[in-house]
Structure formats: C-alpha cells, structure tokens
C-alpha cells in the first residue's frame, strides 16, 4: 500500500514564529528519516531560509511571471536534511490579492505531478493568517491540506488571528476543508501566559499541543541562518520541537473549533486583563482558573 502524505498547514498572525515553527518541525522529521516538503504561502518569501543557509531561492510566482515552462528545478531547492523548499512569493506589491501566490504554487506543483514523484510524508504549508481572506484560506478550503495548526502568544492580537483562523475552519470544515489539529503556543515568556493560551483553547473546542518558550537559542540559530535542530541539536529547545514535531507527526486528533465572536472574545480578554498583574506577584498560580 501507498502511504498517503499528510498534507499540514501552519497559521498564525505575521512575526509571531510560524516560519520558525514550521522550519524546526520540518528539520525534526527530516532527521528522524521522512521525506518533507516545506512550501512558504507568505509573501515575505522567507519560510524557509534557516533551512536552505539563507540561499537565494526564486519564488513560484516571479517564476511564472518570467517564464511559462517552470521546471521543479527552477523553484525548489533541498535544504537541511533534504527538506524540499518552495516559496509561494506574492504579487508586486501594492497589485492583486497575495493568497494569488498560494493557489498558483499549488496548481504548478500538482502539474509537475510533485508529490506522485517525491512522494513525501509530510508536506508543510507556512501560511501568513493575519486576516483569512478568500486567498490565505486557500490551503484549509480546498482539500489542499486536510489539517491546520495555528501558532499564537498569548498576545491579544496573535489570539485575535487564532480565533479568526478557528471561524475560517468551522465555515469549510463541514463541507471538506481542514480540520483543526490544536494550537503551538510560542515565545511564551510570561507568567500568565500558559494560563491565557490554555483558558482561549478549552474555550474555543481545541487544544495546546506545545508550548515553546522565548530563547535565545532560537535567536542565535536564527542570526547563523539555521534551525535550532541543525544549530543547536543538544538543547532543550531542540527536544521542544521533536517532540512538536513527533505529535504533528502522529497526531490524528482534529477537531472543528467553536470561534468566539467579537464580543465574547473582547469579554474573555478583559478578564484576563483584569488578572495578569496577580498572576505576575504570585496571588494566582499558573493553571489555577480565573
Ligand atoms: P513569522 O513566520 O510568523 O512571520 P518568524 O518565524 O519569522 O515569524 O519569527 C519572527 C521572529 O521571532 C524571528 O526573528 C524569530 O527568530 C523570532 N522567534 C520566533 N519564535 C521564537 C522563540 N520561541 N524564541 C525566540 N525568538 C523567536
Ligand atoms: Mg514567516
């Protein structure tokens, strides 16, 4: 029997970690001897630089704008591990919708028959979720991916782009789009914040399914151009992303999350703004309920 690739997309609000999230699980599988594919769906086109050492890559969509034959060649390169690395790239900027990018990767990969011939067990989506506009929902919508994740802080506006991304999925999930696998809580640094991101996931249907901590590990790796797993391998932060990386594996736990609307979720972040500061002096202790 042909085993069927896990299609997995990664959401979350710009600069919140999702390119580096998905660089290090991606890293992890590939060390632990599966095929990856890793396809940046963010304009910024940089999704894969710590796995490729900061090597020009050309974009799916210059690709295209440039020349009608694209070969495979042209718009992926093997970084750490074999990890195949593509970026999506977006339109010039300030002209056209830049989920564009995403939709026109996608139809030129399943054209150059990519994953028949690769055959990867894991294809990783980095998807930009700031807003899920018709674009961006891409990967979640048309049976592109069949499961989602979202990295968010416990910053109300990263939580604000998880929620947004919980409404997108509980639209498309009935009629075939991706389910949602949980939350990865990342840069966490303060004292509430597990409690935060745990209380908005019980909430909300979901699920924490690992808690990355801020660290200048990550940083450092980063400033070398390499994942934690390559630059760092014996750190603890490098065991933190095995193990994400090992239950995004194995996981099949999805579910259909049940977004807040706006008001309920200005209400549920007023009361954690009535709270950080005991939780900061020690009156309330991280897990307690609020
Ligand atoms: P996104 O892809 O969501 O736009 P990035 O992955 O590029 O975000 O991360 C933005 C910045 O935050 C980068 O400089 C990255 O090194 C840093 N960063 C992400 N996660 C962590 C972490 N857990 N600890 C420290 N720095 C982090
Ligand atoms: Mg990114």
Not at 108 to 117: D, G, I, K, M, S
Not at 175 to 183: F, H, V, W
Not at 194 to 212: H, M, P, Q
Request: charged fraction near 20%; charge should be negative.
């Amino acid at each position: 029997m042909i085993k069927k690739a896990k299609h997995i997309a990664i959401y979350g609000k710009g600069g919140i970690g999702k390119s580096t999230t998905t660089s290090n699980i991606s890293a992890a599988l590939a060390e632990a001897g599966y095929r990856v594919i890793q396809i940046g769906c963010d304009p910024k086109s940089d999704s894969t630089n710590t796995l490729r050492g900061g090597n020009y890559l050309p974009t799916v969509l210059d690709s295209l704008r440039e020349n009608n034959n694209v070969k495979l060649s042209d718009i992926s390169v093997e970084g750490f591990k074999g990890v195949l690395c593509i970026e999506a790239g977006g339109p010039v900027p300030g002209v056209g919708c830049a989920g564009r990018g995403i939709n026109a990767a996608v139809e030129l990969l399943q054209q150059l028959n990519l994953f028949e011939e690769y055959k990867p067990d894991y294809v990783l989506y980095d998807v930009l979720g700031d807003v899920v506009c018709g674009g961006f929902a891409v990967p979640i919508r048309d049976g592109i991916t069949d499961r989602a994740f979202v990295v968010s802080s416990s910053d109300f506006m990263a939580v604000y782009a998880a929620n947004n991304l919980f409404k997108a999925i509980n639209k498309y999930a009935p009629s075939g789009g991706a389910k949602l696998g949980g939350i990865i809580a990342n840069g966490l640094s303060a004292s509430y914040s597990e409690s935060l991101i745990d209380d908005f996931a019980e909430r909300t249907g979901t699920k924490v399914v690992g808690y990355v901590p801020r660290s200048l590990v990550v940083s450092q790796s980063e400033l070398f151009g390499k994942t934690v797993i390559e630059a760092n391998p014996h750190s603890e932060h490098a065991n933190i992303y095995r193990n994400l990386a090992k239950y995004i594996a194995d996981s099949d736990e999805l579910d259909i999350p049940n977004p807040l609307n706006v008001t309920e979720l200005r209400d549920w972040a007023r009361t954690w703004g009535d709270r950080i500061f005991e939780f900061e002096s020690g009156v309330v202790k991280r897990g307690e309920a609020i």
